[in-house]
C-alpha cells in the first residue's frame, strides 16, 4: 500500500506484532482507499482474533470500515470475558499446546488437540466444521478465514498459557471429568474393570477409579495426583475470585 496515510495507536498487549509501533503503541501506514480496516491491520502483523473494539476519530467502526487519509485509528484488545457466540465454548489447540491441552482437558474444558502437525488447511477447517476456537502461537493460522474463532496464546510457559485462556474466556470448570488423553468423558470404573490396566502395586494400593467411555484409559490417583490437584485448586480459586 502507497497511498494516503492514517495514523493507527494500539493497544499495549498488541505491540508484540507490530514492532514499528513500538514503544509509543502508534504507527503511520499508508492504505490503498480500497482495502477494510481489517485488511490494514492484518497488513500491519496483528491477527484480527486479537482485535476488539476499532475507534475511527472517536467513533466506533466495523472492520469492514474503508479508512480515508488521514483518519486516527485506535486499535483495542478483545473484551474479557471473550464471547464466542454461536456453539457451546471448546477449544482446538494445535501440535505445539500438548500440555496446555492436558490441563484444559484435567479441568473438565471439551478440548481437541492435534498430536500431529496437520497443517493450518486442516486445523482451520476442524475448528469451522466443530465451531471450535482455535488455540494457537501461529499467526498465519490465525489469520485464515475459515476458522471459527481463534485466540493466540502469547506465552509459552503451560502455567501462563492455562491461565491467559481461563482469564480471557472464563470457560466453565468441570475438574476430573475429561480423559486428559482423548478429551473423552470420564465414568465411575470398578477395579475388576479396568483391572488388566493395573500393574501389581497399583491393584493392591487403590480402589477408586474412574475410565474414560471413549478410548477405555483408566484414571486413580496415583503418584502425580499431588501436582494435579495443586494445577486444579489454583484455577478454581482463581475463578471463584473472578465471580
Aim: hydrophobic share 40%.
Amino acid at each position: 500500500m502507497n497511498g494516503p496515510q492514517i495514523h493507527v495507536e494500539f493497544a499495549p498487549e498488541l505491540l508484540l506484532f507490530v514492532p514499528q509501533a513500538r514503544p509509543t503503541g502508534a504507527t503511520k501506514t499508508a492504505t490503498d482507499g480500497v482495502s477494510s480496516l481489517g485488511h490494514v491491520i492484518e497488513s500491519l502483523g496483528v491477527p484480527l482474533t486479537e482485535v476488539g473494539a476499532l475507534l475511527v476519530d472517536g467513533r466506533e467502526v466495523p472492520v469492514s470500515h474503508v479508512p480515508a487519509a488521514g483518519e486516527a485509528v485506535t486499535v483495542r484488545t478483545v473484551d474479557r470475558p471473550q464471547r464466542v457466540p454461536g456453539a457451546p465454548l471448546r477449544f482446538l489447540l494445535d501440535v505445539h499446546l500438548g500440555t496446555l491441552a492436558r490441563r484444559l482437558r484435567l479441568l473438565g474444558v471439551d478440548t481437541a488437540y492435534e498430536a500431529t502437525d496437520i497443517g493450518d488447511p486442516a486445523l482451520a477447517a476442524r475448528s469451522a466444521a466443530e465451531k471450535r476456537v482455535m488455540l494457537s502461537r501461529d499467526r498465519g493460522l490465525l489469520r485464515r478465514r475459515e476458522l471459527w474463532a481463534g485466540a493466540f496464546v502469547y506465552s509459552t510457559r503451560p502455567d501462563e498459557q492455562l491461565q491467559y485462556v481461563l482469564d480471557r474466556f472464563r470457560p466453565e470448570l468441570r475438574p476430573w471429568t475429561r480423559c486428559t488423553a482423548c478429551n473423552g468423558l470420564l465414568r465411575k470404573a470398578s477395579k475388576e474393570e479396568v483391572a488388566d490396566q493395573l500393574k501389581g502395586g497399583t491393584h493392591r494400593t487403590y480402589d477408586v477409579f474412574a475410565q474414560c467411555t471413549e478410548c477405555e484409559r483408566a484414571y486413580w490417583k496415583g503418584a502425580h495426583h499431588e501436582q494435579l490437584e495443586a494445577i486444579v485448586e489454583r484455577a478454581l480459586s482463581r475463578s471463584a475470585q473472578e465471580d
